[in-house]
């Protein structure tokens, strides 16, 4: 256990100080990237590869029964020496489950619990990387510092615990030891004889496991019940300071405060941004979508339609997507538009590049669309702001198609807009006969939010509670049930979660963050259709026509 556990944390706790205390974050990831494979088939190794050798031979040696007499008959037989009375001891059955109660389901206790601990500490430690370096990525510089001081700080209690864990081996190895010089005690075997030998790999938690099938299946009944009650509902007219309160009990529950956001740590708050730059484990949830943008930029030249089109609601990773496209690329042939700050009145090709340049910033700035070579690609974030952002706006949309056409054989143009407006664009001809594919943002599932949150959890090593309990993210009924209410009240949105998310956590009288659910809070009906129709023109064109 020494040469294939503790030899290699202290290989582990070596090469960790050494990047930990690396000045430059250069390669950073790449070196994250190798330790995590590296632990993977360390642990792998530690699980396929079993402490114990094999007594079945030895065992086999053993005569199922002996003969045995007692001590005081013994004693008894010198003085008088009469016939011995003989007793039957299955001595087989009964070594077979001292070895296996006493020696062997210890042993495999401690060999679980070592494996469990080393696995949860290199998975903080890692986490902690990961930290700094998406601390470091998204140029929050003010609090990076604290996750390299949180890295070394958990560094530390790594080297700590693993010198705590090996004395504490040593003195339980100890205790076993006394155990075994117990097999030549006869009060100690005769008072353990098996009749019958037990395997102990029978279900301890099958009473366990069956009374938390009927807490589920109970929590279900209920809420059926609940699903199938009609309650009479009784209809008033709010006046307007009603109306006003309800909006303003509704916002409250939907925007953290600052008094909220003080109190949740900054570099827990940074993972709930919706300004997150590319990394692997978020990329993952997009990668379908991703792989869709490569491949039909890879068969642009086998078809003459160039746009393709990314639509999605508002704060659901369009921008997240198509800058992982631009970094996927190497930001080769690569170039991104800005959205102007004033109006265009007569929008014009001379007057739309001025807002094109390389994604890469030390790239230079074209004069001129025809300055690109073939196959560059031009990125539009936020597309629906030419819209937004001008009188005429309809007049710029079709300056943009009119570039499209004319730039057909040479430019792909990628473009993310709302879906309301991606509607309005298949009206305007000739927008459809431009597109090579349409693409929509992902839509999250209670599997994915909860995967996101255990992640960013473990990346700071923060416990959220929910109800006073700990929330769980393996077999907790509690707690799947509250993510799937999560997942259906913000739509499967991940801009929506993040906002949700930080809004519904309150610090509790314990000191812990605790997550004060209100999904009973909708945006109450207090609206006439007209109000309704002037709240949708602001949130999908932030202009509206009152005429």
């Known amino acids: 256990m020494k040469e294939k556990l503790f030899n290699e944390l202290e290989n582990y706790l070596i090469l960790i100080k050494e990047k930990a205390h690396q000045k430059s974050l250069k390669n950073l990831d790449h070196s994250i990237e190798l330790l995590e494979i590296d632990v993977m088939n360390f642990k792998r190794r530690l699980n396929n590869n079993s402490w114990q050798i094999s007594y079945n031979d030895f065992f086999n040696k053993i005569p199922e029964e002996i003969k045995i007499y007692s001590s005081a008959d013994l004693n008894y037989f010198f003085n008088t020496q009469s016939n011995l009375s003989e007793k039957n001891y299955n001595l087989k059955n009964s070594l077979l489950h001292i070895y296996n109660e006493n020696i062997i389901f210890n042993l495999d206790k401690i060999s679980e619990d070592l494996k469990k601990w080393a696995f949860q500490e290199l998975e903080s430690i890692i986490s902690s990387f990961k930290l700094v370096l998406f601390t470091h990525s998204n140029r929050n510089e003010d609090i990076l510092s604290d996750s390299k001081k949180k890295l070394i700080h958990n560094i530390e209690l790594f080297n700590q615990n ?8 040593v003195s339980k190895l100890g205790d076993l030891k006394i155990k075994v010089d117990k097999l030549n005690d006869y009060s100690f075997l005769s008072l353990n004889e098996s009749k019958k030998y037990v395997s102990l790999d029978q279900d301890a938690n099958s009473f366990w496991n069956f009374e938390n099938l009927q807490n589920y299946f109970s929590e279900k009944f209920i809420f059926l019940l609940d699903l199938l009650s009609v309650e009479k509902i009784q209809e008033y007219q709010p006046s307007k300071n009603d109306q006003l309160n309800l909006l303003r009990d509704f916002i409250e529950y939907r925007i953290p405060s600052q008094k909220n956001l003080k109190q949740i740590p900054k570099l827990y708050l940074q993972l709930f941004s919706n300004d997150t730059k590319p990394n692997s484990f978020f990329s993952s949830f997009i990668s379908n979508q991703e792989k869709s943008i490569l491949t039909a930029i890879s068969n642009k030249d086998k078809n003459k339609e160039n746009l393709i089109v990314l639509f999605g609601e508002s704060k659901s990773g369009k921008s997240y997507i198509l800058n992982k496209v631009i970094k996927t690329l190497n930001y080769e042939k690569c170039y991104q538009m800005d959205i102007p700050l004033r ?21 230079f700035s074209p004069k001129s669309f025809n300055d690109l070579e073939k196959g560059s690609v031009v990125f539009l974030n936020n597309f629906e702001l030419w819209w937004r952002k001008n009188n005429n706006g309809l007049s710029v949309i079709k300056k943009w198609i009119e570039i499209f056409k004319k730039y057909q054989l040479n430019i792909t143009f990628i473009i993310e807009v709302n879906p309301v407006l991606k509607n309005i664009l298949t009206q305007i001809s000739p927008f459809n006969n431009l597109v090579l594919k349409y693409i929509s943002t992902p839509f999250l599932s209670q599997k994915n939010l909860v995967k996101m949150v255990e992640y960013k959890n473990n990346l700071v090593g923060l416990d959220i509670y929910n109800k006073g309990n700990k929330i769980k993210f393996s077999n907790s009924f509690k707690s799947s ?3 799937r209410n999560i997942q259906e009240f913000v739509i499967g949105n991940i801009g929506w979660f993040n906002k949700f998310w930080i809004a519904s956590l309150v610090k509790n009288p314990d000191g812990n963050l605790e997550l004060n659910n209100h999904y009973d809070k909708v945006l109450p009906n207090v609206f006439t259709d007209r109000e309704l129709l002037v709240l949708v023109h602001f949130y999908y064109h932030k202009k509206i026509n009152l005429k």
Not at 164 to 169: A, D, I, Q, S, V
Not at 343 to 363: M, T, Y
């Open 162 to 169: 693993l010198i705590l864990k090996k004395e504490r081996l």
């Open 343 to 363: 109006f265009i009145k007569k929008p014009s090709e001379s007057k739309l590049i001025k807002f094109l340049h390389s994604a890469n910033e030390e790239g």
């Open 481 to 483: 049930l509250s993510f």
